[in-house]
């Protein structure tokens, strides 16, 4: 579809899964939209030709972003989120016909049960005698940075399910391979994957977990996307490409995962085992230590016939992350704004890679209005991690930076317009004293209200007025069309 659609580019000279492929990406990732997606098809592992060729940056456009999730544009699925929480009883019959709409899309976002499905074109499973020769080790799977500990399988999407309540959960952790069926699991501790974890480890039972790779685009996007803990994932992702997604159970865990995989790995997390993993070239643009983490142990490799290996890199922005994130932003904007409606618009520019940086519009009503948005979205699943918020008035476009900054500077007395909070930070910042846990700042760049103690009167900002503006173009006109004023 990307290759219809003019976006992919395809590279048949070999090339080395380790660092080679990820300069080549960055590059592309660098320059003007993202490049294009590539799809190696030789690369090569220790200088050997791997089995299977890489995919990579395949969302890493806003184009390829929309085409990932099977829309013209992301405000589309954006539009359709706020249809779906704006939804009320019909009181004609246009308004009951998009209702009806509404209720079809999402039936689809129920999944369905199937009995096989590509991903088990090649079964190798470890229990079996003879085990299978399959193994990681024939995947290829990048070394991305000089300095990382190994080879890290970069865009998992990984199946794990809560014991007490059987809920399946979706996300997104990056796997050091450590051998041919053995990995690390970065879960990070605030994460869903984390949770289910110390649940099992509690419970003193063996985890079944399921890695996917590949398959349809709309399963990454939600591994990723920030759904709040019990909102299956595999329903979002039926709902966004307005069709079920097919499930098959698993050979040797009892789980089920989307029969289009490219490749499964099966296996299982023993609570309370852990192993060093990293250091990792990260998101952050710097590298990510050693720390410890679980292990996962595979028990069986499924795969199609014709399967693709996908990954991505991370590192200094812009990068493929970018527009993952920004899609999640816009996708879950709706229910931000349902939230609180005073806000006009919200955006996480590249500088701050996802968390360090919160650009926030407001409609301002009442005194500190600023402060209540501030602690709001702090209190808001992963936007508790935003390290710094900006709130602005709704005539200041979030998406340009530097009008936000000259609001900033202008806007502020540092002192009386800031505030410090205590909070939990994210796992891959390295700035805070300790991990895990530090500081965030809010700004208030709105105008001042009376009641918020600004007594001198605020001034209004240097604009034309209109009646000039329309005589200063019809004078251009005329001076352009070359005729007297
Ligand atoms: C390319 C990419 C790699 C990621 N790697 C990790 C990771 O290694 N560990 C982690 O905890 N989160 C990682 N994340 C972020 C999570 O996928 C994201 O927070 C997701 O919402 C977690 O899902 P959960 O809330 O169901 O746990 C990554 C995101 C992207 C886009």
Redesign the pocket.
Known sequence: MLEKAGELRRIASPVATEMEITEIADREMKSPGGGKALLFERPTIDGKPSRFPLAINTMGSERRMALALGVGSVDDLAHQMGLILKAKPPTNFRQGWDLLKQGVDLLHARPKRVRSGPCKDVVTRFDATPAGDLSLDDLPILKCWPQDGGRFI??PNVYTRDPDTGER??????MQVYDGRTTGM???VH???ARHGKRYYERGERMPVAVCLGGDPAYTFS?????P?GLDEILFAGFARKKSVELVRCETVDLEVPADSDFVLEGYVQPGEARPEGPFGDHTGFYTPVDDYPVFHLTAITHRKDAVYPA?I?GVPPME?YY??DASVRVFLPVIKMNFPEIVDLTLPPEGVFHNLVFVSIRKQYPLQAYKIMHGLWGMG?MMFSKYIVVVDEDCDVHNTSEVLFRLCANTDPQRDSTFIKSPCDSLDHAPTVPNIGSHMGFDATRKLPGEGYTRGWPDMVKMDAETKARVDSLLQRIVAGKPA
């Open positions: 970069t865009l959960n979706l996300g997104m952790y990056r970065h879960w990070q994460k869903v994957g591994a990723t996307a920030p759904l803990d991505t991370v992350d993952i994130g992963q």
